[in-house]
């Protein structure tokens, strides 16, 4: 691997999980940054002992608000990309060989994951959810993008620099893939599998849905 790429895991009562997703990070050679949105157990304590740079909100703030202090943490740093996973282990280690590898062979600014070439397991609240949103994004983006709700994504650094973020919630993932679009950067998509167990989603599949299409209406009539 050419490229300096760190991985950045928003977490929020993740210590069940938070050790062991840091070690395989760090086994594969990446480093790791946590942001730990004011969890009430020992995910921060966890995530440190795993050998991950730890950054606390002292209170809840939201996935946006720490997916930005991550952002912002990283691009000060000589890193080329970044890619964002998920502290609960929906997201599989051995996919980071494909960011790498694509953005290694193509350069895009963006690469998604994609959970849709194989959905077996998905919720189907989820999988209607995602369509319709994956559907949306792609209109206002101008460019197809196949899984428009997967955290599991790369950004290179360039990006972050260039694009004004404001959202403190889920829509954070949205507003990146559409403000990044209309600076003429390029999204591409790397399969990827995820892993469902016992968690929970903390998106509300009705009123962050509805939040998520007056977000992408707006944003349809700014320039």
Same mark, same amino acid.
């Given at each position: 691997?050419?490229?300096?790429?760190?991985?950045?895991?928003?977490?929020?009562?993740?210590?069940?999980?938070?050790?062991?997703?840091?070690?395989?990070?760090?086994?594969?050679?990446?480093?790791?940054?946590?942001?730990?949105?004011?969890?009430?157990?020992?995910?921060?304590?966890?995530?440190?002992?795993?050998?991950?740079?730890?950054?606390?909100?002292?209170?809840?703030? @939201?996935?946006?608000?720490?997916?930005?202090?991550?952002?912002?943490?990283?691009?000060?740093?000589?890193?080329?990309?970044?890619?964002?996973?998920?502290?609960?282990?929906?997201?599989?280690?051995?996919?980071?060989?494909?960011?790498?590898?694509?953005?290694?062979?193509?350069?895009?600014?963006?690469?998604?994951?994609?959970?849709?070439?194989?959905?077996?397991?998905?919720?189907?609240?989820?999988?209607?959810?995602?369509?319709?949103?994956?559907?949306?994004?792609?209109?206002?983006?101008?460019?197809?993008?196949?899984?428009?709700?997967?955290?599991?994504?790369?950004?290179?650094?360039?990006?972050?620099?260039?694009?004004?973020?404001?959202?403190?919630?889920?829509?954070?993932?949205?507003?990146?893939?559409?403000?990044?679009?209309?600076?003429?950067?390029?999204?591409?998509?790397?399969?990827?599998?995820?892993?469902? @167990?016992?968690?929970?989603?903390?998106?509300?599949?009705?009123?962050?849905?509805?939040?998520?299409?007056?977000?992408?209406?707006?944003?349809?009539?700014?320039?």
């Amino acid at each position: 691997m050419n490229s300096k790429i760190c991985i950045l895991i928003p977490a929020h009562n993740e210590a069940r999980t938070i050790g062991d997703v840091v070690r395989a990070v760090r086994a594969k050679g990446f480093d790791a940054v946590v942001v730990d949105d004011g969890s009430a157990d020992q995910s921060a304590s966890l995530a440190k002992a795993a050998g991950a740079t730890v950054l606390v909100n002292f209170k809840n703030q @939201g996935k946006g608000f720490s997916l930005q202090r991550g952002f912002d943490y990283i691009i000060s740093r000589d890193y080329d990309a970044l890619i964002t996973m998920d502290a609960d282990g929906q997201h599989a280690i051995e996919d980071l060989d494909g960011f790498v590898a694509l953005f290694e062979a193509e350069r895009p600014d963006i690469i998604c994951g994609n959970r849709m070439t194989d959905h077996r397991g998905m919720p189907w609240v989820r999988l209607v959810t995602n369509k319709i949103m994956s559907g949306l994004i792609s209109l206002v983006c101008r460019q197809k993008v196949y899984d428009s709700q997967c955290g599991y994504r790369l950004i290179r650094a360039e990006v972050l620099r260039n694009v004004e973020l404001s959202s403190s919630a889920f829509e954070i993932e949205s507003e990146v893939l559409i403000k990044s679009s209309k600076k003429n950067y390029r999204i591409a998509s790397v399969p990827v599998k995820t892993i469902y @167990g016992a968690e929970v989603s903390k998106i509300n599949p009705f009123f962050d849905t509805a939040r998520f299409i007056i977000y992408i209406v707006r944003e349809m009539f700014v320039r």
